[in-house]
């Protein structure tokens, strides 16, 4: 392990853990029949969503900020988050009498807008500006520059790294026996790198998988490009996990480490955070169901292994199931988008009612513009069927039809107005 990737040790995450006694809360370890029967192993989860703020990351903000000597809480801190490290910045901040500022992305659900707010009280001021966590970022850095407050950042310390690195060795603490394989989700790489600095010298045997989101893979980006690098593109839907760029301070760490690293795809996310409320009881947010999402796809483990995965937030927007829903059914291969030309004429609908639904087919959306100086209106048409494999009897009903029917494919820029 190179100097750099020293930065942070067990020792380290130790000290965090006595910081942190009585203020974060010991978060149930609980045994999950669903993933144990669909791995073939004990599958445990690590209840983070049930943290003092539904999310580990007070762990990192509150370690950071209990240790600034007197002269530097004077002067405040500040921080950028996607949500959830704003509420333990806030929380944090009304515990140790700091005053805070927090800068928020506009994609940041109302619902963690309102409870930082809430947490902070008269001692946190809530900023909201720019398209992404790193628009925040920069405008959390401009301000620490000109007031002097201490800036408490995400991931990118090694103080709020040994306080991510806390939620491991709790959990190990926990079982009757060291886990084999230890599952996380990944962002900028603070949870990350503080379990793999305790884990890597503590117990060196387990098996650890970082899992991060398929259209914000920027932990995986910096270890192809050799260091941390800006992604081009960036998916915001699993917003507690969306960073573009992933820490100077976590990536070395990271790097130096044997941690296995894999992706799952936003739709992955949807069905597993339905999967865990309709199944478990759980209200995950998307990055709270990252770490389960993987698991037997591409995640797989030995059969009778012990896993454990972290849910590790459940600030989740009520508002929001409609598109989790919609998401799901698409990645399952359940729903399906088409342009269709109807003739303008008398009982087109009805034949294609008719002659191209199945007795199981739902039309979901119907959207129709009618041209009267043409022949044929144009309407945009999604069906939810019951399985995946009756898609293709749906798809030679429609080749048989008189209109001309164009699927969508999910690729399509016209998604970007339907999801």
């Known amino acids: 392990m190179t100097s750099e990737a020293s930065t942070v040790s067990p020792t380290d995450v130790d000290a965090a853990a006595s910081l942190l006694r009585g203020v974060a809360s010991l978060t149930p370890l609980q045994p999950n029949p669903r993933l144990s029967a669909r791995t073939g192993s ?81 001692v946190v001021e809530v900023r909201v500006l720019g398209d992404t966590y790193d628009d925040a970022a920069q405008a ?33 603490e926990q079982l009757p026996t060291v886990p084999d394989v230890v599952v996380l989700p ?24 970082g899992v991060e989101p398929a259209g914000a893979a920027s932990m995986a980006a910096a270890l192809a490009a050799g260091g941390p690098v800006d992604l081009h ?28 690293l894999v992706s799952v795809p936003e739709g992955q996310v949807c069905t597993e955070m339905l999967a865990l409320y309709q199944s478990d009881g759980i209200i995950a947010e998307p990055a709270g169901a990252l770490a389960t999402a ?5 995640i797989h483990v030995e059969p009778g292994s012990t896993v454990v995965a972290v849910v590790s937030g459940g600030n989740n927007d009520v508002s929001r199931y409609a598109e989790v829903v919609e998401r799901a059914l698409v ?46 209106g144009p309407a945009l048409v999604g069906i939810e069927i019951s399985r995946p494999q009756d898609l293709g009897p749906l798809l ?22 339907l999801l």
Request: glycine content about 10%; hydrophobic content about 40%.
């Open 42 to 122: 004990q599958v445990w989860l690590k209840r983070e969503d049930l943290q003092v703020v539904r999310s580990y990351k007070v762990r990192g903000a509150y370690s950071l900020i209990a240790r600034l000597e007197p002269a530097d809480r004077a002067l405040g801190v500040v921080c950028a988050s996607a949500g959830n490290h704003g509420q333990g910045l806030a929380y944090a901040c009304a515990a140790l009498g700091v005053r805070g500022r927090v800068y928020l992305p506009r994609n940041t659900p109302r619902q963690k807008r309102d409870r930082i707010a809430t947490l902070g009280g008269d």
């Open 331 to 376: 990645h399952e291969g359940r729903k399906h988008y088409f342009l269709v030309d109807f003739p303008q004429e008398p009982g087109a609908l009805r034949r294609f009612l008719d002659e191209v639904l199945g007795p199981d087919d739902d039309i979901t959306l119907f959207e129709y513009v009618k041209r009267n100086n043409r022949e044929t």
């Open 294 to 298: 993987a698991l037997t796809d591409p």
């Open 140 to 172: 959390a850095r401009e301000d620490a520059a000109r007031t002097g407050a201490t800036l408490v950042p995400a991931f990118d310390d090694p103080r709020t790294i040994a306080g991510q690195g806390t939620v491991v060795k709790e959990l190990v």
């Open 186 to 209: 990944v962002g900028g790489g603070g949870l990350l790198a503080g379990a793999l600095a305790w884990l890597g010298e503590r117990h060196p045997g387990v098996r650890v998988v």
């Open 233 to 260: 593109h960036l998916d915001t839907f699993v917003d507690g996990a969306a960073v573009r760029r992933v820490g100077a301070a976590t990536y070395p760490i990271v790097a130096a480490s044997r941690a296995e």
């Open 396 to 417: 030679e009903r429609m080749a048989a039809a008189p209109p001309h029917i164009e699927p969508v494919p999910a690729d399509s820029p016209l998604f970007r107005f």
